[in-house]
T-cell receptor, first 116, second 113 residues
């Protein structure tokens, strides 16, 4: 079955530091890949996505590139802010159609704390 | 911007009691989902719902669980006889036709005592 593995957390950084959160996946087909973010006390929000190999998703300074050859979708940001403190989830979906109705398979989440 | 809403935000219940968790998906969406997250663990898929029937369900979604779309706007998850291990955050999500992105509600935190 499908699975997603994220780097162990928590991650603690100083403001303006570079962020990388690793994500690798196992899938039987050609999944779409997502990063969701959960701010304290809130639900899951889509941060960015990529639907095919070599696509780069980007939003709010965050980027991730769909690497089929390494089955990875690492999240990066060049300069983090205190407001980026949250839990980040990598996820995949086999997409609609066929036998899948687009359910998401999540990684375990990575807690990011950014200090001033 | 349209959003998915869930009620209640918190629910405390006694073991063996029935609970109903409610969700209002985004109005023109056609695919609906429930996920749960036990404290400290992954977000897990429970069930997907399309065209007024279950389209896919996980091993977790056993006979004690049921879903319903009673009135064209609400989407509910019922747990018939709660167990201690049902304590978790339950998320509802919805997706539009032809779209990849699922939009999540803020979750209901369920505590079974």
């Amino acid at each position: 079955g499908n699975s997603v593995t994220q780097m162990e957390g928590p991650v603690t950084l100083s403001e303006e530091a570079f962020l990388t959160i690793n994500c690798t996946y196992t899938a039987t087909g050609y999944p779409s890949l997502f990063w969701y973010v959960q701010y304290p006390g809130e639900g899951l929000q889509l941060l960015l996505k990529a639907t095919k190999a070599d696509d780069k998703g980007s939003n709010k300074g965050f980027e991730a590139t769909y690497r089929k050859e390494t089955t990875s979708f690492h999240l990066e940001k060049g300069s983090v802010q205190v407001s980026d403190s949250a839990v980040y989830f990598c996820a995949l979906s086999e997409g609609a159609g066929g036998t899948s109705y687009g359910k998401l398979t999540f990684g375990q989440g990575t807690i990011l704390t950014v200090h001033p | 911007e349209p959003e998915v809403t869930q009620t209640p935000s918190h629910q405390v219940t006694q073991m063996g009691q029935e609970v109903i968790l409610r969700c209002v998906p985004i109005s023109n969406h056609l695919y609906f989902y429930w996920y749960r997250q036990i404290l400290g663990q992954k977000v897990e898929f429970l069930v997907s719902f399309y065209n007024n029937e279950i389209s896919e369900k996980s091993e977790i979604f056993d006979d004690q669980f049921s879903v319903e779309r009673p009135d064209g706007s609400n989407f509910t998850l019922k747990i018939r006889s709660t167990k201690l291990e049902d304590s978790a955050m339950y998320f509802c999500a919805s997706r539009g036709d032809g779209q990849e992105t699922q939009y999540f509600g803020p979750g209901t935190r369920l505590l079974v005592l």
